[in-house]
């Protein structure tokens, strides 16, 4: 079926490194790819997100590559802070056409220590 | 604007039982969803509504009804809950797409015993 994998599970990085996120997706179709960041307890949010028209978004220190010709995408931040550290979740659209909604990559926790 | 809102914040059950859990928002979105979330897993989307009187399912739709009378309410009903309905339930909404910017709940913690 049509999914997202999401890699590493778990990733744990020194305060000031950079960390980067890895999700492939199996439907050549899909043209949205959302980051969200679900601290503990909370709902997620979204930090940013991609659109198949482009190759790179960049906010701040987070940016999203897309590479819709391997189908996959990753998140990247950069000079990593403690308040960094949460759940990271991708998402892609996927489905057929008129019933497409996100499907969800399992999530890597990032733990970023001082 | 109180964005999404979700009632109950948590919630135990016993097996067989049934409830209701409410959502609402107040931005005037068309699209609005329901997810689960279990431990180690993503968001699994339940059942999703493009707008008022128009519901479809997701990916994990069973043992799940929803309807959507008004743009405002999204409710979710379980039918006859089992524990392996135990999980965090989160509703989002979205302006008119799923590719539009989601904004969630705060959640409804649900355990059925």
């Known amino acids: 079926g049509e999914n997202v994998e999401q890699h590493p599970s778990t990733l744990s990085v020194q305060e000031g490194d950079s960390a980067v996120i890895k999700c492939t997706y199996s439907?050549?179709?899909?043209?949205?790819f959302p980051w969200y960041k679900q601290e503990l307890g909370k709902r997620p949010q979204l930090i940013i997100d991609i659109r198949s028209n482009v190759g790179e978004k960049k906010d701040q220190r987070i940016a999203v590559t897309l590479n819709k010709t391997a189908k996959h995408f990753s998140l990247h931040i950069t000079e990593t802070q403690p308040e960094d550290s949460a759940v990271y979740f991708c998402a892609a659209l996927l489905g057929d056409t008129g019933r497409r909604a996100l499907t969800f990559g399992s999530g890597t926790r990032l733990q970023v220590q001082p | 604007n109180a964005g999404v809102t979700q009632t109950p914040k948590f919630q135990v059950l016993k097996t067989g039982q049934s409830m209701t859990l409410q959502c609402a928002q107040d931005m005037n979105h068309e699209y609005m969803s329901w997810y689960r979330q279990d431990p180690g897993m993503g968001l699994r989307l339940i059942h999703y509504s493009v707008g008022a009187g128009i519901t479809d399912q997701g990916e994990v739709p069973n043992g799940y009804n929803v309807s959507r009378s008004t743009t405002e309410d999204f409710p979710l009903r379980l039918l006859s809950a089992a524990p392996s309905q135990t999980s965090v339930y989160f509703c989002a909404s979205s302006d008119r797409a799923p590719e539009d910017t989601q904004y969630f709940g705060p959640g409804t913690r649900l355990t059925v015993l």
């Open positions: 439907d050549s179709a899909s043209n949205y």
